[in-house]
């Protein structure tokens, strides 16, 4: 077996074992009674479900070199929405991008960033029984800068805490981190913007 052909099986392997891991937490779930466990079960879950939708996007793809951003996220687009409908929600997610170029592990983070925006703003921006919009924008400048928002029109500032305590502000702030980009939330009348801002050209840390 040559060596793509070894990648491409190892691949196959981990998205596979991703949805298997999501699936089984999914029904690990169904036996737990205590609210707090079965919340932190199912956010784990909707994490893993993403990470395999993002792998996956990646592997279809035959840029093995630099990733462009905005074609990365418009293919994930489906999984993103998929994210919106597993947690019971009726969501409108809209996509404008822009071309802009990384490495695949550069695409990778923003990917599983997005994905968990996206999930609790599905979640958690508007009442149960209300639709709304989920926003992503990604644009990019002539300098080799660009800019991610994922924004709403729900009920503000509220998914993520500002101490920083929550696995998805610890999330955000690593990603940042990873991409040498700075990020702020911003109180929207109404809703809730997510800006993540990078300067330079990428490197990874």
Same mark, same amino acid.
């Given at each position: 077996?040559?060596?793509?052909?070894?990648?491409?099986?190892?691949?196959?392997?981990?998205? =596979? =074992?991703?949805?298997?891991?999501?699936? +089984?937490?999914?029904?690990?779930?169904? *036996?737990?009674?205590?609210?707090?466990?079965?919340?932190?079960?199912?956010?784990?879950?909707?994490?893993?479900?993403? #990470?395999?939708?993002?792998?996956?996007?990646?592997?279809?793809?035959?840029?093995? &070199?630099? #990733?462009?951003?905005? #074609? @990365?996220?418009?293919?994930?687009?489906?999984? $993103? %929405?998929?994210?919106?409908?597993?947690?019971?929600?009726?969501?409108?997610?809209?996509? %404008? /991008?822009?071309?802009?170029?990384? /490495?695949?592990?550069?695409?990778?983070?923003?990917?599983? $960033?997005? !994905?968990?925006?996206?999930? =609790?703003?599905?979640?958690?921006?508007?009442?149960?029984?209300?639709?709304?919009?989920?926003?992503?924008?990604?644009?990019?400048?002539? *300098?080799?800068?660009?800019?991610?928002?994922?924004?709403?029109?729900?009920?503000? #500032?509220?998914? @993520? &805490?500002?101490?920083?305590?929550? +696995?998805?502000? %610890?999330?955000?702030?690593?990603?940042? /981190?990873?991409?040498?980009?700075?990020? %702020?939330?911003?109180?929207? !009348?109404?809703? /809730?913007? @997510?800006?993540?801002?990078?300067?330079?050209?990428?490197?990874?840390?």
């Amino acid at each position: 077996m040559s060596e793509p052909q070894v990648a491409a099986e190892m691949n196959h392997r981990i998205a =596979n =074992n991703l949805a298997l891991l999501a699936t +089984l937490m999914e029904l690990d779930g169904r *036996d737990v009674r205590d609210p707090v466990a079965v919340g932190v079960l199912e956010a784990a879950r909707r994490r893993v479900h993403a #990470i395999a939708g993002v792998h996956r996007r990646l592997h279809l793809s035959d840029r093995t &070199d630099l #990733i462009d951003l905005g #074609i @990365f996220l418009e293919e994930l687009a489906p999984d $993103l %929405r998929g994210v919106c409908q597993s947690v019971g929600r009726e969501r409108r997610l809209l996509l %404008r /991008t822009q071309k802009v170029a990384m /490495t695949a592990e550069e695409a990778v983070a923003v990917g599983i $960033l997005v !994905a968990e925006l996206v999930s =609790n703003a599905c979640k958690h921006a508007y009442a149960s029984d209300e639709g709304g919009d989920v926003r992503i924008v990604q644009s990019a400048a002539s *300098d080799g800068s660009w800019q991610l928002v994922v924004e709403d029109d729900g009920k503000g #500032i509220g998914a @993520f &805490d500002e101490s920083g305590a929550g +696995l998805g502000s %610890r999330l955000v702030a690593a990603t940042a /981190t990873r991409l040498g980009a700075s990020y %702020r939330w911003e109180q929207l !009348a109404p809703g /809730t913007r @997510f800006v993540l801002d990078r300067a330079a050209p990428l490197v990874l840390r």
